[in-house]
């Protein structure tokens, strides 16, 4: 199986690939996999926040959930703090995500012939769904970098990742280590910033908490992430 690594600020259009995992551990897909986890039943991933709320209007049930730079958005149900998606109440329900970077880059790769969000807490899922498919090459696209410049936390997680493709598994705890000490939980450790939330730096920093991965499809609503169980796991 042959990986590449890209990122997202280099595109403009999904990557030429079998398969495309877009990447976002601090904090989006971490996120995300927790609401699936909590039994929502999809998640819809959307660039704007105007578009947030306007589906809401459609259908006054759905949850939304997001950020813009890092921060949350007045009006939503929940920021993006994976900490406190732990203890909402997901369970039947649609959700919307807006985020300034995961989001973008779903949105970004949507045709893609074969679309995955991950963050390590699916990370050996996503890979096993991957090896299932049959892809013979697989781009993963890191979203961190539209923030900082530089996002360490999802190279290690695409490095990871592309290791178990190629049938070399190393120990997480490595690569987890590299999330802890990223420029951007450098943001959520500081006690004088008003990002400061450290238990989701510990909450994202963990490795294979879910056994399923996030598969992206498509369809006229627009882009929807669900539970994706490969054979086997």
């Known amino acids: 199986m042959e990986t590449s690594i890209e990122d997202l600020r280099n595109l403009s259009e999904a990557p030429d690939a079998d398969a495309v995992v877009v990447i976002?551990?601090?904090r989006a897909f971490t996120t995300a996999a927790v609401?699936?986890?909590?039994?929502?039943?999809e998640i819809s991933p959307v660039l704007d926040v105007a578009e947030a709320f306007e589906r809401r209007t459609r259908d006054p049930d759905l949850v939304l959930t997001g950020e813009t730079d890092c921060r949350p958005i007045p009006g939503f149900d929940l920021g993006n703090s994976p900490v406190d998606a732990a203890a909402f109440p997901f369970a039947g329900r649609r959700v919307v995500q807006r985020t300034t970077a995961g989001t973008r880059g779903l949105v970004c790769c949507r045709d893609a012939r074969s679309l995955w969000a991950a963050s390590f807490l699916v990370a050996s899922s996503?890979?096993?769904?991957?090896?299932?498919?049959?892809?013979?090459r697989?781009?993963?696209?890191?979203?961190?970098t539209v923030h900082h410049g530089h996002a360490?936390?999802?190279l290690a997680c695409a490095e990871w990742m592309a290791a178990q493709?190629?049938?070399v598994p190393p120990p997480a705890e490595p690569f987890l280590r590299r999330v802890r000490e990223s420029f951007a939980a450098s943001k959520f450790l500081d006690p004088s910033s008003p990002l400061h939330a450290p238990a989701d730096v510990e909450f994202c920093a963990r490795a294979d908490v879910f056994d399923f991965?996030?598969?992206?499809?498509?369809?006229p609503g627009g882009l929807r992430l669900r539970r994706f169980e490969a054979a086997g796991l």
């Open 24 to 26: 976002d551990v601090l």
């Open 126 to 136: 996503t890979v096993a769904a991957l090896k299932a498919s049959g892809a013979g």
């Open 165 to 167: 493709l190629h049938g």
């Open 35 to 41: 609401a699936i986890g909590r039994d929502a039943v």
């Open 152 to 154: 360490d936390e999802d």
């Open 138 to 144: 697989v781009a993963f696209v890191i979203t961190g």
């Open 213 to 219: 991965a996030l598969k992206v499809v498509g369809g």
